[in-house]
């Protein structure tokens, strides 16, 4: 995991707490909560409360449940209207732009004031890789795909790059606000919370917030403020030790059963769709490995990068779960030891294999550090597996298992 993605409510919960302007609400998981937090919502004024689901998933509105109910955010204008459709969607799986057809079931629902909308805009913060700066991009133009404006109309979006030694400073906050074509007091509403939306993703290591939209509303009495409506954060998983608080707000449901028990050791794995398992170490060695299966003609059932210094467990570990997968008709193990002792992989093939029960094709490529005691350790375990010398090599074997 490179990444952990939060909810919109758990996102909006992070911004408030750094002085940005959030909708009220709250999350619920029954359908009476819901009610009752819009009982809440109404009897404060508000003529509208909106119900949106909690997925990390985009396109939520637009979604599709798989009993025919339309629409993963309901704007309603009554307690009890609220409760039927929460009723509706609790417990149920939508299928959205982003999930694939498996979709996805819903177990949150953040039931939040419905805001009377003047103007939409777009703001987030990442980090540059070009420039290993924080950038800030903002765009008049928001609620829509941004990736669509900058095709069609770049000029739309302003960048700034922000020195993390100096932080953002209130002039820039000022001019990014003035760039979304605010005016008047929205300038200064407009910058604080520009401020406060940059303080979130530094203090909490994030790798981007996203608001979209983010939005002049109307208050009761006319008024007017700016407000993040949305929002979206995934923070940098290699900080979460720093951040007890944000790292309980994992939520497993939203992650592959697969993929968050290869996160108990440490490996990054990511569930595909072929019939050849890869047990690799190192990222681009797994890429490539992936490449040359599908060059001669199979489908990888996994990435699964065990990395550069995997022990006897960890090994085992990753053999246990790519066995897990019910596609998987052949298996392809591809270590080039530079740190990586080739022996412990070995070793680890051994003991997995004998724990498992291996009946699968099982091709086996060792090069590098300790190559040769790692053959030896192999050819001495009596398992039935087939070598080979070069990563075409390998690869073009195990197709031919899987297709076999």
């Not at 302007?21 to 009982?39: F, L, Y």
């Not at 001669?296 to 022990?311: I, K, Q, R, T, W």
């Not at 591809?334 to 291996?358: D, P, R, S």
């Amino acid at each position: 995991m490179e990444e952990m993605n939060l909810h919109e409510y758990q996102a909006k919960q992070l911004l408030a707490s750094h002085g940005v302007e959030v909708p009220g609400g709250q999350p619920c998981t029954t359908a009476d909560e819901a009610r009752n937090i819009a009982e809440g919502l109404f009897a404060a004024g508000q003529e509208m409360v909106v119900l949106k689901i909690q997925i990390h998933s985009g396109g939520r509105g637009k979604g599709v449940f798989k009993d025919g109910f339309k629409g993963g955010v309901h704007l309603c204008k009554s307690a009890d209207d609220v409760h039927e459709k929460a009723k509706a969607m609790l417990g149920n799986t939508i299928v959205t732009k982003q999930t694939g057809e498996a979709g996805r079931q819903v177990h949150t629902l953040l039931v939040a004031s419905g805001e009377k909308i003047v103007d939409e805009f777009y703001l987030a913060v990442l980090l540059d890789r070009e420039t290993s700066q924080p950038l800030i991009m903002a765009s008049r133009e928001g609620g829509v795909d941004i990736e669509e404006v900058a095709e069609t109309n770049p000029d739309a979006i302003v960048k700034l790059n922000v020195d993390p030694l100096l932080g953002l400073q209130p002039y820039q906050a000022r001019n990014l606000a003035k760039a979304l074509g605010l005016s008047g007091k929205l300038i200064h509403h407009g910058a604080k919370l520009i401020a406060g939306v940059y303080k979130t993703w530094w203090e909490c290591d994030a790798s981007m917030v996203e608001i979209n939209p983010l939005c002049i509303v109307e208050n009761a009495d006319g008024s007017q403020k700016i407000a993040a409506v949305d929002a979206k954060i995934s923070v940098d998983a290699n900080a979460l030790y720093r951040h007890k608080d944000i790292a309980e707000m994992r939520d497993l449901n939203e992650e592959a059963e697969l993929e968050v028990e290869a996160s108990k050791y440490d490996l990054n794995y990511i569930k595909l769709d072929g019939s050849v398992a890869c047990l690799v170490n190192g990222a681009g060695l797994a890429m490539a490995t992936m490449d040359a299966i599908k060059h001669y003609g199979g489908d990888p059932a996994n990435f699964l990068d065990v990395g550069g210094s995997a022990s006897t467990e960890q090994v085992t570990a990753a053999f246990q779960i790519v066995l897990k997968d019910p596609n998987v008709k052949a298996i392809l193990v591809n270590i080039f030891g530079g740190i990586m002792n080739c022996n412990t992989i070995a070793e680890g093939v051994v003991a997995a294999a004998e724990a498992t029960h291996l009946k699968l094709p099982l091709v086996v490529r060792l090069e590098g550090n300790n190559v040769a005691a790692g053959r030896k350790t192999l050819a001495d375990s009596g398992l039935t597996l087939i070598g080979a010398d070069s990563m075409a090599e390998a690869a073009q074997k195990v197709v031919a298992e899987a297709a076999a």
